[in-house]
């Protein structure tokens, strides 16, 4: 690892901290992924994390509300984290399917097929609580 990859993990360590420390299990290698991916059941709920101000300000305390204070328990929920964890991330994607790349993102998933998405773009802005009522509305 370089001194900017070093000083990058450094910096998004309290960013991987704050899903890890509420449920989320941190997918950070292609192998990871894959092993995910072929053992889980039932609903997952996937951050595709980031270090954007609508990653810290909106997608991560949104599904952090949703899974502890919404009512929604998934059986599995995990994050990758773009630009850090390159090669989890790109696996992750390709487990989406057609669905363009896009960071921050959520995810939702049945039995390992993608059953609603959220790109950047619809979290980016987003009035929080109407995001969160999405979160949750997903899980119906």
């Given at each position: 690892?370089?001194?900017?990859?070093?000083?990058?993990?450094?910096?998004?360590?309290p960013m991987r901290d704050e899903l890890?420390?509420?449920?989320?299990?941190?997918?950070?290698?292609?192998?990871?992924?894959?092993?995910?991916?072929?053992?889980?059941?039932?609903?997952?709920?996937?951050?595709?994390?980031?270090?954007?101000?609508?990653?810290?300000?909106?997608?991560?305390?949104?599904?952090?509300?949703?899974?502890?204070?919404?009512?929604?328990?998934?059986?599995?929920?995990?994050?990758?984290f773009a630009g850090q964890d390159r090669?989890?991330?790109a696996k992750m994607r390709e487990y989406?399917?057609?669905?363009?790349?896009?960071?921050?993102?959520?995810?939702?998933?049945?039995?390992?097929?993608?059953?609603?998405?959220?790109?950047?773009?619809?979290?980016?802005?987003?009035?929080?609580?109407?995001?969160?009522?999405?979160?949750?509305?997903?899980?119906?």
């Amino acid at each position: 690892m370089d001194a900017y990859q070093a000083y990058m993990r450094e910096v998004s360590q309290p960013m991987r901290d704050e899903l890890t420390n509420n449920g989320f299990k941190e997918l950070t290698t292609e192998e990871e992924v894959d092993q995910f991916m072929a053992n889980a059941k039932g609903s997952s709920l996937v951050l595709v994390n980031s270090v954007c101000g609508c990653a810290g300000g909106l997608a991560r305390p949104a599904v952090i509300y949703a899974t502890n204070e919404g009512g929604i328990k998934p059986d599995n929920m995990v994050t990758v984290f773009a630009g850090q964890d390159r090669e989890a991330t790109a696996k992750m994607r390709e487990y989406f399917g057609e669905i363009p790349p896009s960071s921050p993102s959520v995810a939702i998933l049945e039995d390992n097929k993608v059953k609603h998405f959220i790109p950047r773009e619809d979290i980016e802005g987003a009035d929080p609580d109407t995001f969160i009522q999405r979160i949750l509305s997903s899980f119906e």
